[in-house]
């Protein structure tokens, strides 16, 4: 049994699978055609989102038996045509929920008591007490939308705070102690921060929008730790100079590269960008709210776990 990696991972995946008994290959540098070119000879391939997984490249895995995503989205794969070629696909949003509650909430408590603004401040010389006055999140309506593995962890992680919590999610009854679900009216009727827990498709590409931001009842912090696309990011710049939109908290961003390392890809950068980029109530992290060392384990044994319960 052969198992293809197409990105590096933490080493207890290898050790895993290799406990299980597959022989491990490594194409970490691997062009696309080389990797097709000897996809028939492997029963597993563990990805992350370099490759986008469609039915051309599937054609050539003749005797493909399963696909490990190591981690939660599956947007770069063609979840259809895995089905249909009786494909088992496995991820892991299980691996990295912990360390994407954790960082939603550091993120959230952070632009509400202004420290990276304060921050900033004291390091060019000033000591502005009133001009970073900030807030308590003691009181307020957080809303998730997107209520699976990491907006439960975010829910779970504020539920320590005197806050009340909502959630919308595309599935009935998900709601638990942390949060009740309603509907969507009455989350945008009643919340004063909004953080997104979603996948990238077609109904969330661009749910952040003017409509959006408009149709909010209160001024509101926004987080992000989804996926870039889930925001537009011209209207969320709007949102935020016309001060409807506090702060926003992004650790995921519309112009990211496919596979998620960087958002510095053309030589000059976007006016929306820059805006961000320079922004006092703005705080920007390079895509690792699920990235932390202990996830990082978890996501590999996540998935070396799966492997062993669908065929041992």
């Known amino acids: 049994m052969k198992v293809l990696h197409l990105e590096e991972n933490h080493p207890a995946l290898i050790e895993g699978l290799q406990a299980l008994g597959y022989q491990n290959d490594m194409a970490y540098s691997d062009s696309l055609d080389e990797i097709m070119n000897k996809l028939d000879q492997y029963d597993g391939l563990i990805i992350r989102s370099k490759y986008p997984i469609n039915d051309d490249f599937l054609s050539h895995a003749k005797n493909l038996k399963f696909i490990g995503r190591v981690g939660a ?24 929920r912990n360390a994407v509650g954790e960082h939603s909430l550091g993120m959230l408590l952070s632009l509400m008591n202004r420290l990276k603004a304060g921050h900033d401040a004291i390091r060019s010389g000033q000591w502005d007490r009133e001009g970073h006055r900030g807030w308590e999140l003691t009181g307020r309506t957080v809303g998730i939308i997107g209520y699976g593995n990491t907006g439960k962890s975010f829910a779970k992680r504020i ?31 009643e919340c004063e921060v909004i953080s ?27 987080l992000n730790t989804a996926r870039g696309s889930a925001v537009v ?5 709007s949102g935020l100079q016309s001060q ?29 960008l820059q805006y961000l980029i320079h922004a006092d109530n703005v705080l920007l992290s390079p895509h690792v709210a699920g990235w932390t060392y202990e996830s990082h384990i978890k996501l590999a044994t996540t998935i070396v776990e799966k492997v062993k319960k669908l065929f041992f």
């Open 159 to 189: 539920s320590g705070f005197d806050v009340r919590t909502l959630c919308y999610d595309i599935l009935e009854n998900v709601e638990d102690q942390y949060a009740r679900q309603v509907d969507w009216k009455t989350l945008l009727a």
């Open 244 to 272: 409807k939109i506090i702060g926003a908290g992004l650790d995921v961003l519309e112009y990211e590269s496919l596979s998620f390392s960087s958002i510095f890809n053309e030589q000059k950068l976007p006016l929306a």
């Open 73 to 96: 989205g599956l947007e770069n794969i063609d979840t259809e045509s895995v089905a249909s070629r009786n494909i088992h696909l496995i991820n892991a949003p299980e691996g990295n």
């Open 233 to 237: 990011t011209e209207d969320l710049v």
């Open 196 to 222: 997104l827990h979603i996948p990238q498709t077609k109904l969330t590409q661009g749910m952040v929008d003017k409509k959006f931001i408009e149709n909010m009842t209160h001024p509101f912090w926004l």
